[in-house]
């Protein structure tokens, strides 16, 4: 799955349903964040904010139809999996904000590593090591400002941005899996073996070391006479 | 002491060697299981977007054939996993799609987004196959495989099905009409039949169609040819509302929709056909169209390519206003009286103003951009040759019986739409061209010319080797010639290298005037004076790879205001690759 959909076709369902006319007023800007969790599910939260009115048209066809939203966003992103979705807005400050779940987030490469794909037209700003941000202008929404922050997994090793500045442009990591309970058995068994070979040594070394203490003795003089 | 050491130490290597079998046999992990959701298959295929289920990209993947979600609900990974899929007598076994190893816990989601062949669109009645899945892996390395089969419908190259929703989640009239942009799949502008009837409104129109310079006045004025046109040739509005058709849990409407050729040959069309006609003559002249559904009915907005969207400045046309029934009612609004006469074009476009501001006040309207989605991949399929010759017959044998004509320019110059067209004039003659239309092609592809079927060679004996083509009517003294320049990418200095090779043959070349049209072609216009007389033409110059292509129409000087016409038709059928 490449998750840069979400941010572009959010807007899409959010906006563009059925490629109606209000398609064309998109929310003002766009936050995401997305979460990626060690076994490649990913939690997604967007902020919306809004236009006086596009806000109103918003509302009107979507804002206060959550299902409907819901049903449509599932429609338009059936190629993927979406199992949570929750929603609420905020009429005051003219915000509204998605959160969603995926179980499958992440492409595994072929060298067993993880991609997240970025869209072309954000701009890598900052990162530290887990948290990387991005920002930029999305063309398909008429130059909305658009910010993702992509969490990775506590346990990412050695995560990069490779191809920076082209379509293919992506996010990169692998996982430092923690060792399975049969490595552990599998110490513990190589231990106690050990520690039993050992024991074993020391009790024949111990049997032996009597034996030879006997049998090492002088043997008595005969008596003469 | 080493009594007890001896049995703890074998004690302890009996243990360690249970515990090292037991950690390299994993016990107490959960072994690598993959497990799959019910796999999600698409119960029917349109084949007239075959193309489009064949692309991945095309709206971020969601015109798959099957998608399959898989789990290693293991605490190992799942090793060697492939899957292929095949559609009997259409796709075989495809590739292995391969994941060296599903880490533990992973999901993984598979689309098949099938490359039928092309022979699918000669399915004209909906058709059942058998679509199977087959997947391959190995859990704790025993190898596993598993084959999924589910009958398919392909359906006919005609059927457009409106929604591919289930009826769980349908709620509204947008969600009915979700599949409208497969629309887009039946507009053929390069289709022959297309060109051919194009040449038609050229004609009619004595060649003005041709050179769209961009603009809305541009589009009012093309647009205003083409629905004379087919007024001209009694082009029919038929009314059909498609069959309501359930398939698993989709019910929708599935609808016969012919492509343009087909309306062109028949002289008839839905409201969606003659709307997809005008789409396709639209982008066949440089234009951009979108479609508008709205409940029950379709209609068109033209817009020039510098024009954005049409939101604003587009030019809605109610494509069915050519049947004075379809439109009787709102026509007898615009007119303020009921009246049988046909309507204008100026009408027709009211009616579509009108139907668009009843649409933005509603809100129930899908836009299809043509253009846009066809970039997104929702392109024709491959269209069955057609009798060109038959064709052309049967469009001239519509033209009005005065013959072919042209109408007056000077009707159309400065178009007001919100003031209304002028009316169109009686026609001008031309002059009929007989015998069917040639078509001459560059042997690389570079460019193509159309001419009367009366035509005949008069490529003089050692005429220079530049010269591809010259044709014409010594009885009409029409003529055309092709020539290719090498050597230059300039226009200016093709010309006058011409002029110095005729001017060693005897002839003057004389230009009188030229100007620049869209990509790159120069029109230039001149005399040429030799012992046969003045011959008057022009010439459509375009740089090529390797050169300058020089394509000229013309006639002798003093019959040119009858041919002037006739000249423009071949010119407008110049096609630069």
Known sequence: MKIRIFALLTVLALFGFCRSAFGQLPAKTLDSILEVNADGSVNLTFQLAFDARPWEIWRKNVGDDPARLRGMMRHQFSAYVIDDFKFEKDDLNRTAKLTLRSPAGPDLRLDGRYQITVDAWCRLINHTGREWFFSGANPAAGGQQVTEKIILPANTAEATFVNAGTPDQALVYALDVPAGRSRLILWLGALVLVAGGVMLGAGRLAARGIAPAAAAAPAAPPKAG | ?577
């Open chain 2, 1 to 577: 002491m080493k009594n007890l050491l001896t049995i703890g130490g074998a004690v302890g290597l009996v243990a360690g060697g249970v515990l090292v079998i037991a950690g390299l046999a994993r016990v107490g992990e959960r072994p690598a299981k993959l497990t799959w959701r019910d796999p999600e298959i698409k119960s029917a295929l349109m084949t007239l977007g075959y193309k489009v289920y064949g692309n991945p990209k095309v709206e971020f993947g969601r015109h798959y054939l099957s998608k399959l979600v898989f789990k290693n609900t293991g605490e190992h990974p799942v090793t060697d996993f492939s899957i292929s899929y095949k559609i009997d007598d259409y796709v075989p076994w495809t590739d292995p799609e391969e994941v060296h190893a599903i880490p533990a816990g992973f999901t993984l989601v598979k689309l098949y987004h099938p490359r039928l062949p092309a022979s699918v669109t000669k399915i004209r009645n909906a058709t059942n196959a058998t679509f199977r899945i087959r997947m391959q892996w190995k859990e704790e390395g025993r190898p596993h495989e598993e084959t999924i089969t589910r009958d398919i419908v392909l359906r006919g190259i005609n059927e457009l099905v409106s929604s591919d929703l289930p009826d769980t989640e349908a709620r509204s009239w947008f969600d009915k009409e979700n599949a409208a942009a497969f629309t887009v799949c039946m507009v053929t502008p390069n289709d022959p039949a297309v060109s051919l009837y194009i040449s038609e409104i050229t004609k009619l129109a004595g060649g003005t169609v041709a050179g769209f310079g961009g603009g809305s006045q541009e589009v009012a004025r093309i647009s205003r040819w083409i629905y004379d046109y087919m007024v001209a040739t009694q082009l029919r509005y038929t009314s059909d509302s498609g069959v309501v058709e359930n398939v698993d849990n989709v019910s929708t409407i599935v609808q016969t929709v012919r492509m343009p050729r087909d309306v062109i040959v028949t002289d008839q069309g839905l409201c969606i056909e003659l709307s997809i006609l005008w789409s396709t003559i639209l982008e066949h002249l440089g234009m951009h169209s979108t479609m508008v559904f709205v409940p029950g009915h379709v209609f068109v907005i033209a817009y020039s390519p510098d024009q954005g969207m049409p939101f604003e400045q587009g030019l809605p046309i109610e494509c069915t206003a050519i049947t004075h029934r379809a439109v009787a009612e709102p026509l007898a609004q615009i007119r303020g009286q009921n009246s049988e006469a046909p309507a204008t074009f100026e009408e027709a476009v009211k009616l579509g103003q009108m139907g668009w501001k009843q649409a933005q006040d509603s809100g129930l309207f899908i836009l299809v951009p043509v253009k846009e989605l066809q970039a997104e991949g929702y392109v024709a399929p491959e269209l069955a040759d057609i009798d060109t010759d038959r064709l052309t017959e049967t469009l001239a044998k519509r033209l009005p019986q005065a013959g072919p004509a042209a109408m007056p320019v000077a009707a159309v110059v400065n178009p007001n739409l919100g003031g209304g067209l002028p009316a169109v004039g009686p026609a001008a003659p031309v002059g009929p061209v007989a015998g069917g239309v040639n078509t001459w092609r560059h042997p690389q592809g570079l460019v193509s010319v159309s001419f009367p079927g009366d035509f005949i060679s008069v490529l003089p004996p050692g005429a220079p080797p530049f010269m591809l083509l010259s044709v014409g009517n010594p009885a009409t003294s029409l003529s055309c010639d092709v020539m290719h320049i090498t050597g230059t990418q300039d226009p200016a200095q093709a010309m006058n290298y011409v002029a110095s090779v005729f001017g060693q043959m005897g002839a003057m070349i004389q230009i009188t005037g030229s100007t620049p049209m869209p990509n790159g072609t120069i029109m230039i216009n001149g005399l040429t004076n030799g012992a046969g007389g003045s011959v008057r033409w022009t010439c459509l110059a375009k740089p090529v790879p390797g050169g300058v292509l020089l394509v000229s129409a013309g006639s002798n000087a003093a019959v040119w205001p009858a041919q002037s016409g006739a000249i423009q038709a071949i010119l407008s059928t110049v096609r630069f690759q």
